[in-house]
């Protein structure tokens, strides 16, 4: 800084001169104007108002000035300080105005245009129907169970009294799991029925026990039109003190209400199955005609005119079954039912072929709606 002057010397301040704060004012009007960003903006604003711009260093010399010529220096360099500062408000809300003006056509989201156009799929509806059968035995009060789909022999046939020998045990039926190190039997196969699921409800659970088991089986069945090696079943077991056929009988047809009408009626025939005694299978009336083409009404596609469509197979509990579950067959009995959960839905929606419920074709879904 120059050093107080006595005398007005107008050659060590002429930087105060107002030609000279004239062309520093200009110089700072022109950059600030012509800055095409925040960034010159700033740098504009460094370069013309900042601590060592021309204009602030020559107002450090103010005071250098003879006390006549002060004031009116320090207000030429204050009014030219102002209108920089006001240059460059307003450049600065011209450049914030053209930066929102941008953002509104860069980023503009055009609500008109399609937003789901992503396919959202659909749950399976064996799936579908599994839960829904499910829910017609929690509604009863059944829990349901689980269990393996590689299962012990043990459980898939000799708990449920299939003698060793029984055909359903041989290579075309049953998928056999391979042992280590290439022995032919493990023990262990593919579990024909969700039936084993019975027995380990038995022995796990306390009594009295409810479930019912939906749950995949396999077979080794060439797929067709009404066979497939994978597919499911849904169990049902009730093991109680007094309990009877007749018990079987309500919860079959409540069943049967529940999922296909009020009012039609079931009917059971004897059967034959290791682990029931007696056995029977089950039948309910045609929903689609009611029995109607067996009485010489016009024909039924979906019950072939037999008025009646097989759908379960069902019994009461073995007591070689209660015994090999360590219960009092003479306290406690029981009955069990199982069927084909793609049976049970080819005959409600009318479907021709098993196999369209494996294509994994998601319009095949589509049609059963798409529930979460
Ligand atoms: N497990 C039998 C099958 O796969 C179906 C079955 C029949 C299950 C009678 C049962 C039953 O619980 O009581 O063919």
């Known amino acids: 800084m120059s050093a107080p002057n006595k005398a007005y010397d107008p050659v060590r301040v002429t930087a105060l001169a107002p030609a000279e704060v004239q062309r520093m004012l200009d110089a700072g009007l022109a950059a600030i104007s012509g800055a095409g960003s925040f960034d010159e903006l700033k740098e ?17 010399e103010i005071g250098a000035l003879p ?17 920089l500062g006001e240059a460059h ?11 929102d003006q941008r953002v509104l056509v860069d980023e503009v989201a055009d609500v008109t245009l399609p937003w789901d156009r992503r396919a959202s799929g659909a749950r399976h509806p ?17 829990e349901i169970a689980e269990g393996p789909e590689i299962e012990a022999e043990w459980y898939n046939f000799d708990a449920l009294n299939f003698p060793p020998d029984h055909p359903a045990r041989e290579m075309q039926d049953t998928f ?59 169990e049902g077991l009730a093991v109680d003190e007094g309990l009877t056929m ?10 049967v209400e529940a999922m296909f009408g009020p009012g039609l009626r079931t009917r059971l025939r004897p059967d034959f199955f290791p682990f029931t005694e007696p056995s029977a299978d089950v039948s309910m009336e045609c929903h689609v005609c009611r029995g109607a083409s067996a009485r010489g009404g016009s024909p039924c596609r979906v019950c072939k005119s037999q008025g009646w469509i097989e ?40 479907l021709a072929d098993i196999r369209d419920t494996i294509d994994g074709d998601v319009r095949f879904s589509r049609a059963f709606g798409a529930e979460a």
């Open 311 to 350: 759908i379960a197979g069902c019994g009461m509990v073995n007591p070689r079954v209660l015994a090999a579950c360590g219960i009092d067959a003479d306290r406690y009995s029981g009955f069990a039912f199982g069927l084909g959960i793609e049976r049970s839905l080819m005959i409600r929606n009318g």
């Open 44 to 60: 504009a604003r460094l370069a013309h108002l900042g601590g060592r711009s021309p204009l602030v260093l020559a107002s450090a």
């Open 67 to 83: 006390p006549e010529a002060k004031a009116e220096a320090g207000r030429r360099v204050g009014e030219a300080k102002r209108l």
């Open 126 to 142: 064996v799936a579908m129907l599994a839960d829904r059968l499910a829910d017609v035995f929690i509604g009863m009060g059944y």
């Open 176 to 234: 056999f799991v391979a042992g280590r190190d290439g022995a032919a039997h493990s023990g262990k196969v593919l579990r024909t029925h969700t039936s084993p699921v019975q027995i380990r409800a038995m022995l796990s659970r306390p009594l009295p026990v409810y479930v019912v088991s939906p749950g995949k089986c396999f077979r080794a069945d060439a797929l067709d039109a009404t066979h497939s090696p994978v597919f499911h079943q849904i």
């Open 89 to 99: 408000a307003g450049r600065q809300r011209e450049l914030e105005a053209d930066r």
């Open 246 to 255: 007749a018990d079987l009988r309500g919860a079959i047809s409540a069943f």
